[in-house]
């Protein structure tokens, strides 16, 4: 199956430092997602991303299926953006089309 | 617009009791997906229904069961509990033929 890895594990900024966060795919996908997990277990979905780039804010995100990677930057972070961010994808082969394939994330903490 | 919710949020048992946790997904959405996550890692995908039929399946045993109703809300049961079930449910929606989907705040079960 498909294998996703994000990099780094972990990462600690100042308040108002810019950062990327990483995710590898090992197969062709058609849906990559990218999610923010808060301290109390809630996942927001960020960006449905399976290619191009997009931005919302201070945030952007960056797909290269091609070569199977994708970025999301954070700008100027804030306090509020602590938390865990994954990356998510989903296959274009039938059977393994329609469930999510979850890296084990990237925990940042934000410092005032 | 009410987005998913789950119930209950909090669960504690005992070895060999059953569980049944619920979902009702975001107003529009006839697609429910469960994922299991353990401490420290992503979420594990464990089915998907769609039309009152389970239609995607994870490598979870059949101890896992699930069932979605007309008004699209689905149940997941789990059987003979093991102390290794002990994790955040989570119930993501999403339109069948859309690829975002849209997280509950989840249902953490402790198995003692």
């Known amino acids: 199956g498909i294998q996703v890895e994000q990099s780094p594990p972990d990462l600690i900024l100042q308040e108002g430092a810019n950062s990327t966060l990483r995710c590898n795919f090992s197969d062709s996908v058609n849906n990559l997602q990218w999610f923010h997990q808060n301290p109390w277990g809630q996942l927001i979905n960020l960006f449905y991303?399976?290619?191009?780039?997009k931005q919302n804010g201070r945030l952007s995100a960056t797909t290269v299926a091609t070569e199977r990677y994708s970025l999301l930057y954070i700008s100027s972070s804030q306090t509020t953006d602590s938390g865990v961010y994954f990356c998510?994808?989903?296959?274009?082969?039938?059977?393994?089309?329609?469930?999510?394939?979850w890296g084990l994330g990237t925990s940042l903490g934000v410092n005032p | 617009d009410a987005g998913v919710t789950q119930s209950p949020t909090h669960l504690i048992k005992t070895r060999g009791q059953q569980v049944t946790l619920r979902c009702s997904p975001k107003?529009?959405?006839?697609?429910v997906s469960w994922y299991q996550q353990a401490l420290g890692q992503g979420p594990q995908f464990i089915f998907q229904y769609y039309e009152e039929e389970e239609r995607q399946r994870g490598n979870f045993p059949d101890r896992f069961s699930g069932h979605q109703f007309p008004n699209y809300s689905s149940e997941l049961n789990v059987n003979a509990l093991l102390l290794g079930d002990s994790a955040l449910y989570l119930c993501?929606?999403?339109?069948?033929?859309?690829?975002?989907?849209?997280f509950g705040p989840g249902t953490r079960l402790l198995v003692l």
């Open positions: 993501a929606s999403s339109l069948d033929g859309g690829q975002t989907q849209y």
């Open positions: 998510a994808v989903g296959g274009i082969y039938a059977g393994n089309n329609r469930k999510l394939i």
């Open positions: 107003s529009g959405h006839d697609t």
């Open positions: 991303i399976p290619s191009g780039t």
